[in-house]
């Protein structure tokens, strides 16, 4: 179907397979496309989350998952200066259960551009999984002044707040006080 009278390129067709769940379909059409446009670091990204999607239990030692991180990788490489990459190494690290190692890809995508709440939300998220309150803290807030909307998302961080101490007996947010060197 025509976008305002254009017709959806190859790669906007194979995401939108990856959307609707028919992640096979969507994996054949993104390497034939990269067979054509090797230089194409979007759809080396968007097959390598598909590879990951395909697995019912991914581990780091499966094929597939080898290729994603190579995918991943050959993106980085390819266009330096774009966070996807890295963010999305996160999100697949995060889904293997590699917390450290998600926040290390997140992290490594905001060096890039600073101005990405997804990536400060997952990092907020594996912190309070973590049990690192006071990071989960400030990054949810962090998260929350680039973007409002995620609010609704974020109902575990007054649970943070209680296991921090920071929450008086009216249930009221306690501000952590200044250290004294900064």
């Known amino acids: 179907m025509p976008l305002f009278g254009r017709k959806k390129s190859k790669y906007e067709q194979a995401a939108e397979l990856l959307t609707e769940g028919e992640v096979d379909q969507a994996i054949t059409m993104l390497e034939e496309l990269l067979e054509v446009e090797p230089e194409n670091t979007n759809a080396r990204v968007t097959l390598a989350v598909a590879l990951l999607e395909r697995q019912d239990e991914a581990t780091m030692e499966s094929p597939d998952t080898k290729r994603v991180f190579m995918l991943l990788d050959e993106a980085a490489e390819m266009a330096p200066a774009d966070p996807v990459s890295h963010f999305n190494r996160g999100v697949c690290l995060r889904k293997l259960d590699k917390p450290e190692a998600a926040l290390d890809s997140f992290q490594a995508a905001l060096d890039i551009?600073?101005?990405?709440?997804?990536?400060?939300?997952?990092?907020?998220?594996?912190?309070?999984?973590?049990?690192?309150?006071?990071?989960?803290?400030?990054?949810?807030?962090?998260?929350?002044?680039?973007d409002p909307g995620f609010e609704a998302s974020m109902g575990w961080v007054r649970d943070a707040l209680r296991q921090a101490g920071r929450l008086d007996a009216g249930k009221n947010v306690i501000e952590k006080e200044a250290s004294p060197d900064g």
């Open 113 to 146: 551009d600073e101005q990405q709440p997804l990536a400060v939300l997952h990092m907020a998220e594996i912190n309070y999984e973590l049990e690192r309150w006071d990071e989960a803290i400030e990054l949810a807030r962090r998260a929350l002044v680039m």
